[in-house]
């Protein structure tokens, strides 16, 4: 044995290995579709490298995934002749988790109750450490074309595992998992049943575009045979596809165990030809808001994967969009450079971003109740589209939702509030705040109520950014509360408050000399009905709220 080596897992690895060895979660046959979906993207790096990279020694005649039962031993091994892995990869990838969210993720398992944490093992995707669920101890014997010596890696799942040298190990990953004994009360299923397997992987992988191959008997005779037919699901006629089909091979591409709220279909024909399959999620993943997050759409060209998180093909603002796009006129080694600067996949892109919004907009009109989640869940993301995309912010708007005063409840779209507008109202109000009671109990909200105007509350930080940006909506302008004069009043009393302020020339002097540098004015105001006075910002100011994030920025 050869540079043998006890490491201990990483901390947060530790927790999710541990919650797997405890898993009271009753779908336990997911844990090979996490080791297949491992494997095939294993087959498509390695096909993709050998693109990039002429030098690199690896045989691709027949890449596929095999997997192999030994009743007598019980166990079950998912083999694959992809890319493999280093030793400092196995200690990296399979040793410590490096996805974002991870802290976060075990932060809300803490929070919340056991059922419902299952829900979440889910939504995050735990991979390869699904085997615990299932073995007791996993062996993974792995070789990367770039390295002379295969690497050995094995473990119980309990705090530490251990590595070493192989000289043997043929190209790609074989995963061995010693099972569990079968176990009714635990969910268990007989996982060296190949009729069970079999079953498994038609359930969850039967779309998987790589052979998989397992020997249906046993003995000498038995002849590995391919159990899954391979269909790339965005190629056939969408009447033949099933509602099933859709939700698990929308489960392959985004790691998420739910539903997703809406499936849409595209294709185009002609100059460039592509078809494509996308997800609205319904559910914000955790990691929405942070930086390093991915865009879910997946290029393919002809049936052939090429790239994750294809920028190129989804705007930022629409990043929790799922799904792949198969592009017929590409060729297989395109890289993002050349993506970047190619006039159709630009066009492609800007339809697909409008076959979204549409989609939206009839979910409002058929579905107000997916709208409402897919509203609550990704309109601050969307909205983000209003600074980004100006070719179609009139979509974004036709689309977005707002909180506001009139209705404590339910938000407000647009039109809604411009069908309620008074007739003389010129704009469209709003108040910026970080929560709605903030800015319910402002003052700048009392004339206005007063009045019988409604305004709208906007709560999201990028909020404080887009209303500056947009002009209006509908011929009507946005107008904050909060800042300048508010015009709310007739000629009549306009040339009344004229007077007042003459009247009360000398208290406002003595107050402004009073105030000193902490104010630029005082004026008499017509906003306020119950509270005595109010700061208000310039027309031109920043607000309380975007100075604080100007501020915790360090500017
Ligand atoms: P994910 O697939 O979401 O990244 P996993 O826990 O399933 O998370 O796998 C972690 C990483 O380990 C993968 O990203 C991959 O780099 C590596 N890996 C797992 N299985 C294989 C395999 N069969 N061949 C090569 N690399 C693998
Ligand atoms: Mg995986």
């Given at each position: 044995r050869k540079n043998v080596e006890t490491l201990e897992f990483q901390s947060e690895a530790r927790q999710l290995l541990r919650?797997?060895?405890?898993?009271?979660?009753?779908?336990?046959?997911?844990?090979?579709?996490?080791?297949?979906?491992?494997?095939?993207?294993?087959?498509?790096?390695?096909?993709?490298?050998?693109?990039?990279?002429?030098?690199?020694?690896?045989?691709?005649?027949?890449?596929?995934?095999?997997?192999?039962?030994?009743?007598?031993?019980?166990?079950?091994?998912?083999?694959?002749?992809?890319?493999?892995?280093?030793?400092?990869?196995?200690?990296?990838l399979i040793g410590t988790i490096a996805k974002s969210g991870t802290a976060e993720f075990l932060q809300k398992l803490k929070e919340s109750q056991d059922a419902a944490s299952q829900d979440?093992?889910?939504?995050?995707?735990?991979?390869?450490?699904?085997?615990?669920?299932?073995?007791?101890?996993?062996?993974?014997?792995?070789?990367?074309?770039?390295?002379?010596?295969g690497v050995r890696w094995e473990s119980t799942g309990e705090g530490t595992y251990t590595i070493e040298d192989v000289a043997d190990a043929p190209q790609g990953t074989a995963v061995t998992l010693h099972l569990k004994p079968a176990d009714a009360e635990d969910h268990l299923a007989d996982y060296t049943s190949t009729a069970k397997i079999t079953e498994i992987v038609k359930r969850y992988a039967d779309f998987i575009t790589w052979p998989i191959r397992m020997a249906a008997g046993e003995g000498d005779d038995a002849e590995p045979q391919t159990i899954n037919s391979r269909k790339a699901l965005w190629a056939r006629p969408a009447s033949d596809v099933s509602e099933d089909e859709y939700a698990e091979f929308y489960r392959h591409v985004s790691h998420d165990w739910n539903k997703p709220l809406e499936t849409i279909r595209m294709h185009g024909e002609g100059v460039f030809e592509y078809q494509a399959l996308l997800f609205i999620p319904s559910q914000a993943p955790l990691d929405l808001f942070m930086r390093e997050r991915k865009r879910g759409v997946q290029l393919y060209v002809k049936r052939v994967f090429i790239m994750d998180d294809c920028e190129e093909l989804m705007p930022e603002y629409l990043r929790f969009v799922k799904g792949v796009v198969d592009a017929h006129d590409?060729?297989?080694?395109?890289?993002?450079?050349?993506?970047?600067?190619?006039?159709?996949?630009?066009?492609?892109r800007r339809r697909l971003v409008k076959k979204v919004l549409s989609t939206v907009k009839s979910l409002m009109a058929d579905k107000p109740e997916s709208y409402a989640t897919f509203w609550r869940e990704f309109g601050a993301a969307v909205k983000e589209g209003l600074l980004s995309d100006p070719e179609n912010r009139d979509a974004i708007l036709d689309v977005a939702s707002f909180a506001s005063t009139h209705d404590a409840e339910e938000p407000t779209t647009l039109a809604a509030y411009v069908e309620r507008m008074k007739d003389d109202q010129q704009h469209v109000y709003y108040m910026t705040g970080d929560s709605r009671a903030t800015v319910e109990n402002s003052p700048h909200l009392e004339a206005l109520r007063a009045k019988g105007f409604e305004v709208l509350i906007l709560t999201d930080p990028i909020d404080e950014m887009w209303v500056d940006a947009v002009p209006g909506y509908g011929g009507k302008t946005f107008q904050s509360i909060a800042k300048g004069q508010v015009d709310l009043e007739t000629e009549e009393e306009k040339a009344q408050a004229e007077e007042r302020q003459k009247d009360f020339a000398d208290l406002l002097?003595?107050?402004?000399?009073?105030?000193?540098?902490?104010?630029?004015?005082?004026?008499?105001?017509?906003?306020?009905?119950?509270?005595?006075?109010?700061?208000?910002?310039?027309?031109h100011d920043l607000t309380p709220t975007l100075e604080k994030m100007y501020r915790a920025m360090g500017q």
């Open positions: 919650l797997m060895i405890h898993s009271v979660y009753s779908n336990k046959d997911t844990f090979l579709r996490e080791l297949v979906s491992n494997a095939s993207d294993a087959l498509d790096k390695l096909r993709l490298e050998t693109f990039r990279d002429k030098d690199l020694v690896a045989d691709t005649s027949d890449l596929h995934i095999a997997i192999e039962v030994d009743r007598a031993e019980r166990t079950l091994t998912i083999r694959d002749n992809g890319i493999g892995m280093t030793r400092d990869d196995v200690i990296g979440l093992i889910g939504q995050f995707g735990i991979g390869f450490y699904s085997s615990f669920m299932v073995a007791d101890k996993v062996t993974l014997v792995t070789r990367h074309p770039r390295s002379a010596e590409l060729s297989l080694n395109v890289s993002r450079e050349l993506l970047q600067h190619d006039r159709q996949i630009q066009l492609v002097a003595w107050m402004t000399t009073a105030l000193g540098d902490k104010v630029k004015e005082v004026r008499l105001s017509s906003r306020l009905t119950t509270s005595p006075a109010c700061v208000v910002g310039d027309a």
